[in-house]
């Protein structure tokens, strides 16, 4: 094989190659905010030990699938909710900052944001829920947005970057190959047979 053709095929291969780094760029980080969250019944009580500081989101996941059970809730929460978050380890409440302005939906889960608390420093976090007549699911979560924003600019970029290779790659291999043709003769090269 030329190595014009072998290096159009690396060059193929490499577009090829972006073509699933791309959605996994974007799906992946999405999995993997779904999976930082603790989600819990309303009106109630849960205890979640945070890592990281920084701020954290309660939502409202009025669309979901929950132990089986299947919600399809408001997007507004029940007159009456009182909301208490507190640091587990020493009984000091949070500031807890309401805040609507994002939502979140993916297949049949869909949640908007109740409000936010700033976390200094790890720490065991207690909330509690209460008031209201009709059970709903909150859930609880880092905000992973810039994380998130990083993650998926450093996939496009990979995208970009291996994309323009495999193109580079591909003309440099037409460019080989076209040097590598044998020229036809001159005119003046061409001999014929005389008798």
Known sequence: MKSGTKLIIVGASLIALVTFILPAAIVVPILL?????????????VR???ENPGRHYLWNNYQTIYKGKSYNRSTTIADGIEIKI??????????FIGNGSMSY???SNAKIT???IEITEPCTVDIEISGGN???VFSFSEALFRKLFGLISAGILIVVIFGFAGIGIIVWGIIKLEKNKTPPPLPNQIHTKTT
Do not use: C, H, L, M
């Open 48 to 50: 979640v030990q945070v």
């Open 114 to 116: 109740i409000g936010y």
């Open 86 to 95: 507190t640091n587990a380890e020493n009984g000091t409440q949070f500031d």
């Open 105 to 107: 939906t993916s297949g």
């Open 33 to 45: 905010s779904d999976s930082n969250e603790t989600k819990f019944i309303v009106p109630g009580k």
């Open 134 to 136: 009709n059970s709903q």
